[in-house]
């Protein structure tokens, strides 16, 4: 079994000997294991995984079962094996994942302390993973709890429409408890908090970004397009779809009998990942909000809280993954509305809708990475390509794409400055920027990546030339 093991990991720790002065040393394993996806201690076996052996097994063993039940409460189920290998005596401690989360280890001090495993490290569990292990453990979750928001004080009018639209059929007043959304007592739970109209949950937002290039800078410098939504769950879904459907540039081919549509990225797949970063969301990390930022070759949204089950995705075959939801009744409630999959298909509906695109390479495969406090998807730009040129097609459309000055083709911005252009030749930046709402810099920036693309060109002086459109 140790020969295969090459180094310590998530679910595994080497111990040279058993430390008995310092059990904390091993103890907080131990904890830690319990706390998350279980795990197995070696004792007897270095740091590199070489046999190295124990003096005394049976002692060591029983010094072992001895703190745990003393020192772990409540008591975790572990499996203890004494064995050889190359004639080397050693002890596997085998660490089941709990279901009475959190397991604490108490010192002699009395102070208690909950771990949790990152990486091949045993950490003190963070104030919001034990908020999460404490309602883990009593069966409850995050949108299940209770608030002291009296239903009857809150609207919900998207929610109703929205339903309506979606499932054909009214969102009676027996729903909001059947749902749970609301408890017997007429308080909203936290689920039916973040679908009122009203803002209610503080850290419902998301904030949305397009960057300039490939890199994360400055807004006032760096990006070409920022906006924050805040409030009802709803809203924010559809204003997050609707910002990246305004920078997913489609391209198109004229192919014989039809016209070849070539998206940046597969909207199924965009949707399917901001209903994942919101409603998988961990709502107990205050202050950190769902992001989304668009770059020329990706698409990466990033939400607050890793796997549910406290496992790495990218560690992950998400082609065998089970569902486990953080947030059960916001997602049987988005299921109902036909938003999301309840049977944990959604990642794997990224990587498919996202095959499915004109011009898909294995190199586009989305990307998945995870954290003890953070998930993020990275869906890449399929249009994307260091040197892409590009034509006019007979009817004034890009064909093929364009420079990638220009992002590998129009956006709409760009589209509506072109028309301006046309309209009256001699209008200035400030008129583009007060009919667009957009600063001075931001037109300067569009109407630059024009001129490279070989779209415009100024003829005449700065005040009294005129714009020609190519």
Known sequence: MIHSLIAEATECDFKIALERDKPVSWLKSVSAFANCIGGTLFFGVDNNGK????????SDADFISRRIKDRIAPLPDFILTPHSEKDKNMLTLEIKAGRNTPYYYSPDSGIKRAYIRIGNESVIAPDYILNELILKGTNRTFDTTSTTHRKENYSFTLLEATYRQRTKLRFDSTDYKSFGLENDDGYLTLAGSLLADQ????????????????EMGSLDEDALDDKEYEGNLIHLLTNSCDFVKLHNQVRFEKAPMERIDKPDYAERAVLESLVNALIHRDWLIQGAEVHVNIYDDRLEISSPGGMYSGKMIQEQNIFELESERRNPVLAGLFHRMRYMDRRGSGLKKIVNETKKLYGYADKFIPVFYSTTSSFKVVLKNVNYSENQTGSRDSNGGISGGLKRGINGGLNETQQKIIALFSDNSLITTQSIADTLNLTRRKVDYHISQLKKAGLVEREGAKKNGRWIVK
Do not use: K, M, S
């Not at 046999?51 to 049976?58: A, E, K, M, N, R």
């Not at 803002?199 to 904030?207: E, G, S």
């Open 51 to 58: 046999p190295i052996g124990l003096d005394d097994v049976q």
């Open 199 to 214: 803002y209610i949950v503080y850290n419902a937002r998301v904030f949305c970004t397009r960057w300039r290039g490939l």
